[in-house]
Antibody, heavy 120, light 107 residues
Framework: EVQLVESGGGLVQPGGYLRLSCEASGFAFSRYWMSWVRQAPGMGLDWVANIKHDGSERYFRDSVKGRFTISRDNARKSLYLQMNGLRAEDTGVYYC?????????????WGRGTLVTVSS | DIQMTQSPSAMSASVGDRVTITCRASQGIGNYLAWFQQRPGKVPQRVIYAISSLQSGVPLRFSGSGSGTEFTLTISSLQPEDFAIYYCLQHNSYPYTFGQGTRLEIK
C-alpha cells in the first residue's frame, strides 16, 4: 500500500524548534519530488517547501525561508522538515505529500498530518 | 507570487444538482493545475490533475476544464459525499499556491 506517515509534531514555545518526519512506503520514494503542506486551524492549505528526488534542489515559501530546512534520506525512505524560530503563525497540521517524477502528475498521495502548536 | 482566486467562496446545493467552481490564476500556469477535495476532519484528496485528468477512483461525475488563467471543476450530479471544501492548486511556479477554498454545503 502506498503510504506516507508523518510524526514529530507537538506543542512548542515561540522561538522553539521541531523536526518533522515523514516515512514513505509502497513506492519508489527516491524517484519523487516531495512537499510539505500545512493547514492552520480552520483555514486553507498552504504549500511550505519541497525537495527534488535527489535532494539537489529545495524551495520554500517566503515566510519560512531562513527558518525551515527540508531534507530527505532516500535509503530510509524518509522526508524531514526542520523548523527553527517557530512563530504562532506556524501553528497547524503539517502534511507530507508526494509530488511527481515528471511534474504534471503531482500531489496524489498525502499523509494524515502531524499537528504543530506554537504557543506559550 | 501567482494568486489563485476561487469563486464562489461558499455555495449551497442539493443532491442531484450540477455545480461549477472556478479558479482564476493571476498569470498563466500551463497545465499545472490540480483540484482537491477535503471533507471535515479529513486529509485533502486529489480529484483532478493536469487541468482535466481524473484521479483514479474518483467518480466520473467530476470533471475539470480550462486553460491559460481560468479553470473550472464541475460536479455533474451532486451526491451526499461530495459536500466538502474544494481547493485548486497551481504548481507551475514557486511558491506553489492554493486557492482559498470553496465550501460546498447541502441546501
Amino acid at each position: 500500500e502506498v503510504q506516507l506517515v508523518e510524526s514529530g509534531g507537538g506543542l512548542v514555545q515561540p522561538g522553539g524548534y521541531l523536526r518533522l518526519s515523514c516515512e514513505a512506503s509502497g513506492f519508489a520514494f527516491s524517484r519523487y519530488w516531495m512537499s510539505w503542506v500545512r493547514q492552520a486551524p480552520g483555514m486553507g492549505l498552504d504549500w511550505v517547501a519541497n525537495i527534488k528526488h535527489d535532494g539537489s534542489e529545495r524551495y520554500f515559501r517566503d515566510s519560512v525561508k531562513g527558518r525551515f530546512t527540508i531534507s530527505r534520506d532516500n535509503a530510509r525512505k524518509s522526508l524531514y522538515l526542520q523548523m527553527n524560530g517557530l512563530r504562532a503563525e506556524d501553528t497547524g497540521v503539517y502534511y507530507c505529500a508526494r509530488e511527481s517524477t515528471s511534474g504534471i502528475d503531482a500531489f496524489d498521495i498525502w499523509g494524515r498530518g502531524t499537528l504543530v502548536t506554537v504557543s506559550s | 507570487d501567482i494568486q489563485m482566486t476561487q469563486s464562489p467562496s461558499a455555495m449551497s446545493a442539493s443532491v442531484g444538482d450540477r455545480v461549477t467552481i472556478t479558479c482564476r490564476a493571476s498569470q498563466g500556469i500551463g497545465n499545472y493545475l490540480a483540484w482537491f477535495q477535503q471533507r471535515p476532519g479529513k486529509v485533502p484528496q486529489r480529484v483532478i490533475y493536469a487541468i482535466s485528468s481524473l484521479q483514479s477512483g474518483v467518480p466520473l461525475r467530476f470533471s475539470g476544464s480550462g486553460s491559460g488563467t481560468e479553470f473550472t471543476l464541475t460536479i455533474s450530479s451532486l451526491q451526499p459525499e461530495d459536500f466538502a471544501i474544494y481547493y485548486c492548486l497551481q504548481h507551475n511556479s514557486y511558491p506553489y499556491t492554493f486557492g482559498q477554498g470553496t465550501r460546498l454545503e447541502i441546501k
